[in-house]
């Protein structure tokens, strides 16, 4: 696997190069760049196979890099300082990112993560989804990209009931009586969609409070409005109904 690091500061270079020489066999070449004219240029004649891309660079940023990109072919991965805004972005887009200071352990699972998906030929609208989110943010609660094994489907939250745990992975029960299946576990998209009115009523559910109709009390429920049925736990039934009460 060949490997660009776009970032604009030489020690971040330096480590990462040393970390993925010292803890990724997967990757055969190593190349970097400190400027997005740079990295233009190497990801054209070096062709990387997955491109490690900072946020923040000299004269501009690495969403600047990817609106020249025409038909990019590699896998991305995000490098960051914590800013929860780009983070959203990027988690909303089903794009990786890494945070500063980073973890070896993360890099590796992300350079694994890129070698199981080189075939991946979703790049394209991802990057288009995630540039659409950073230029329009008062239109980003709209859509979320959620990623099988096969596809990446671009779906609005207000066609999503309800997300249910299943060991490390979490199905997503749409209207139209669709589901999806992603290998993200829930606790992740409880933090992606809590703000934007979702509640995790159950360690294996997260319901949209738009969806539902009404609150079971022999069964210890809710009804929503594809009438589905959703346990509430003991323990978190008394918050759940006070913040169904709150809705406007």
């Known amino acids: 696997m060949k490997v660009l690091i776009v970032d604009n500061e030489r020690p971040i270079r330096e480590a990462f190069q040393a970390m993925l020489v010292a803890f990724c066999p997967e990757v055969s070449v190593i190349e970097t760049a400190s400027t997005i004219d740079d990295g233009l240029a190497l990801i054209r004649h070096f062709q990387p196979d997955l491109l490690l891309l900072d946020v ?47 973890d070896p ?14 075939k991946n030929q979703h790049l394209a609208a991802q990057i288009d989804f995630l540039l659409t989110r950073v230029a329009h943010p008062a239109d980003a609660h709209k859509r979320i990209a959620i990623k099988d094994s096969e596809n990446i489907y671009y779906v609005r939250t207000s066609e999503i009931y309800y997300c249910e745990a299943d060991g490390g992975y979490t199905r997503f029960f749409l209207e139209n009586s669709r589901s999806i299946t992603v290998s993200k576990n829930l606790k992740e998209y409880e933090q992606l969609l809590e703000p934007l009115g979702f509640l995790r009523v159950h360690n294996s559910f997260l319901v949209n409070r738009d969806k539902v109709l009404r609150f079971d009390k022999n069964a210890e429920s809710l009804i929503l409005e594809g009438q589905q049925q959703v346990p509430i736990s003991h323990r978190k039934k008394e918050q759940v109904l006070r913040l169904l009460e709150q809705r406007e």
């Open 56 to 102: 923040e660079l000299d004269g501009g940023t690495g969403f600047d890099l990817l609106r020249q990109l025409t038909d990019p072919s590699f896998q991305l991965v995000f490098i960051t300082a914590h800013d929860q805004y780009a983070i959203d972005a990027f988690r909303f887009s089903a794009i990786d990112y890494l945070l500063k200071p980073i």
């Open 105 to 118: 352990d993360s890099l590796v699972q992300s350079v694994q993560k890129a070698a199981k998906n080189l």
